[in-house]
């Protein structure tokens, strides 16, 4: 971003790559494929780069408001510095948290997640699924992050990005509003379970199982990495692979 | 002469009664901390509707949707015979408002195929809840009392609805056979049925009808008077505290204006904080008073259905946590702080609180917060946001998070990552 004013250009977007897809291995990988669906379809967009700073969701989650408000207004003193009006995050609590809960400490912004901004890019003939692997017929299962899902009712954007691919999109038992979360969210993410019977992405992967599928769908880097743990504890990283939305559109359109 | 005198003490007894228990109700939620709900009201009503009175959020599962509904509707409708019943009882007159001539027969035939309705669902309903093992029926918050509780309002509603139909069958009969004062009024599709089974003898019927009319209104009244120790409340509560619903995203939490101030304040030395009068005293809730009167409501609220709780990931998985419980063990805390205001005439310390004495921080801290109870429940309860409430007490005013947890904050703080990665690291991805 700030190479971008040196330069005296404003972006069209400001993509928010959140902490997991900062440091994240495998969220870096999406980072890099949301950069490429970008550049392909002529978005001119920045990041903050060095001057992100984690929006303050798993602090809020965890109880700590103290944190969570100081993460928010020094993140709202950048934003505001530089002007931004459009925000894409790749990362659906990133999302809630600037879209939702910044307007109350004078953050506002147009907030919108990458699954949709994928969506909105088909519907315009900028994104056209050409030229790549295809998907046509293959067996996949989308999971829905409750902060994108249940959380601020984000269900159809993720699903048409798949259909338009025509592939064949199987849905789990619990799915849309009644989605089984994956057991990262609420600070989870950051500690052991509590004592239980089973591990929670363990639930969640026996169920996508129960589809057949081939891929299953993410959109949030944490159900990610936890979904990917469920694999793994199934092994079954042989049969199935776990991707995000953006590489699944990355590689329909031959964006390497 | 007499037992108009004796149905008047009684009327006034159970409204005497009831009207006290109400007063202990709204206290108890006036206990709670202020939060502003009265904004968007043509959602609000629009929310009322659908969820109260339409039931839209039970029809994820119909089956018992379906049941409930038949129940609810011939219950409130019902209802409308008890105007007769008191004018009757008052003045000594029979069947009053036989005046609406065809009108109330035809009332009185819709009465009855209700009546048959709700005893048929609430059979099925004690059935399912005794014999069919439903999970979410159990669970360790289900002990003696909830689960006592659910079959005594079935079985109430089922002797009432039998004594409707009673008395029903018994005037028809009477009627038939020409007693001056039982006028011929009312049609009877249902109870008809049951006229083989009567006695011929005019005074053995007379005696049969007053019987189930008195057992009728007496049982009604004292229903009433049940309902403010019941999860049966919700019939009434269901109402304010749909109007009352969250109506931001179910992602978006609370601000913390309190704390905003603070951070403010830290961030602009020369902020100066609006005055600290009725700034709560403490961040987040460690007991009744800490929450807000909407959590109270929804305490009263609670129809322990448990619905929340089988959705709930972490319930599912063998965790401690059941938000159901959260909401019964509010409820439960919330009444023993009214007792003991009742009896000290203001609340004397007893060295119990909300959380520890009936939560366990092992129960809050195994919420993912994914908000699938507040989706599930049928009377749009939030539980999550008591949960919320009790770990912003917990970190705090105590500091006493998990160590993981506090690990993470430490990162947030020093990095601006919630792991131990360098900020000027951020952006190494583009390099790889
Ligand atoms: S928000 Fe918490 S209590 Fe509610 S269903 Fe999810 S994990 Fe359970
Ligand atoms: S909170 Fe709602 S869903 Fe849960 S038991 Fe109570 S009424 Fe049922």
Redesign the pocket.
């Known amino acids: 971003m700030a190479e971008m004013v040196a330069k005296g250009e404003t972006p069209d977007i400001l993509f928010w790559v959140g902490c997991a897809g900062s440091f994240d291995e495998r969220a870096q990988r999406i980072t890099r494929d949301i950069c490429k669906i970008l550049v392909h379809v002529g978005i001119k967009y920045a990041i903050l780069g060095t001057e992100e700073s984690c929006t303050g969701d798993p602090a809020k989650r965890g109880g700590n408001e103290f944190l969570f408000q100081m993460q928010a207004m020094m993140n709202i003193q950048v934003l505001d510095g530089y002007e931004i009006k459009k925000i894409v995050t790749a990362c659906p609590h990133c999302f809630n948290t600037i879209k939702n809960e910044y307007p109350a400490l004078g953050g506002h912004y147009e907030v919108i997640h990458h699954t949709q901004l994928i969506q909105q890019l088909i519907d315009e003939g900028k994104l056209k699924a050409k030229g790549g692997e295809s998907f046509k017929g293959r067996r996949i299962t989308y999971h829905d992050p409750c902060y994108l899902g249940r959380g601020n009712g984000v269900f159809e954007a993720p699903r048409q990005t798949l259909e338009s691919l025509d592939a064949q999109l199987t849905e789990m038992k619990r799915c849309r509003s009644n989605g089984l979360c994956c057991g990262a969210g609420g600070a989870q993410m950051f500690k052991e379970p509590e004592n239980g019977k089973k591990d929670i992405h363990v639930e969640r992967i026996e169920e996508a199982m129960a589809t057949k599928p081939e891929i299953i769908a993410a959109g949030c880097p944490f159900c990610m990495t936890m979904l990917r743990d469920g694999v793994k504890a199934k092994e079954k990283e042989q049969e199935v692979q776990v991707l995000d939305i953006a590489e699944i559109t990355a590689r329909a359109n031959g964006l390497f | 002469m007499v037992s108009q005198l004796i149905f008047a003490i009684i009327l006034a007894f159970a409204i005497g009664l009831f009207s006290l228990n109400v007063r202990k109700i709204i206290r108890n939620i006036r206990l709670g901390r202020a939060v502003d709900r009265s904004d968007r009201p043509v959602e609000r009503w629009k929310k009322m509707v659908m969820v109260a009175f339409g039931q839209q959020k039970m029809f994820k599962r119909p089956f018992p949707a379906l049941l409930h509904l038949l129940v609810y509707l011939g219950f409130v409708i019902i209802n409308i015979e008890m105007l007769e019943i008191i004018i009757d009882g008052l003045f000594g007159s029979h069947r009053v408002l036989a005046i609406l001539g065809g009108f109330y027969n035809l009332l009185l035939a819709a009465f009855e195929w209700l009546a048959l309705g709700v005893l048929v669902g609430c059979l099925v309903f004690l059935i399912r809840r005794n014999i069919g093992r439903l999970k979410r029926f159990s669970g360790k918050e289900m002990t003696f009392w909830p689960k006592t509780d659910a079959n005594l309002i079935l079985i109430t509603e089922i002797l009432l609805m039998a004594a409707f139909l009673i008395m029903n069958a018994t005037d028809h009969k009477l009627q038939l056979s020409g007693m001056s004062h039982y006028i011929t009024a009312g049609s009877f599709p249902v109870s008809s049925w049951l006229m083989p089974l009567l006695p011929e003898a005019s005074g053995r019927l007379m005696w049969i009808e007053r019987s189930a009319w008195w057992f009728h209104i007496v049982g009604v009244l004292t229903f009433l008077n049940y309902l403010p120790y019941s999860?049966h409340l919700?019939i009434i509560l269901v109402f304010p505290n749909t109007y009352f619903s969250k109506l931001t995203p179910k992602g978006q939490f609370t601000n913390m204006d309190s704390v905003t101030n603070e951070v403010k304040a830290m961030l602009d030395p020369s902020f100066a904080p609006p005055s600290a009068d009725g700034l709560p005293a403490r961040f987040g809730a460690k007991d009744i008073p800490d929450l807000t009167w909407k959590n109270l409501m929804?305490a009263y609220?609670?129809?322990?259905?448990?619905?929340?709780?089988s959705v709930c990931p972490a319930n599912i998985t063998g965790k401690l946590l059941s938000?159901?419980k959260?909401?019964?063990d509010t409820r439960d805390r919330m009444e023993e702080i009214g007792k003991n205001i009742d009896q000290n005439g203001e609340f004397k310390d007893d060295g119990k609180f909300l959380l520890d004495s009936y939560i366990s921080r092992e129960e809050i801290w195994a919420c993912t917060t994914c908000n699938a109870?507040v989706e599930?429940?049928?009377?749009?309860?939030d539980?999550l946001n008591i949960i919320l409430e009790l770990r912003r007490y917990a970190v705090m005013e105590e500091s006493q998070a998990p160590a993981s947890i506090n690990a993470m904050f430490g990162n947030i703080e020093n990095n601006g990552a919630p792991w131990k990665y360098a900020q000027s690291d951020r952006d190494n991805w583009k390099n790889s």
């Open positions: 999860k919700h929804e609220t609670c129809t322990e259905c448990g619905r929340c709780t938000p159901r959260i909401m019964m109870c599930a429940c049928p009377v749009n309860i539980p």
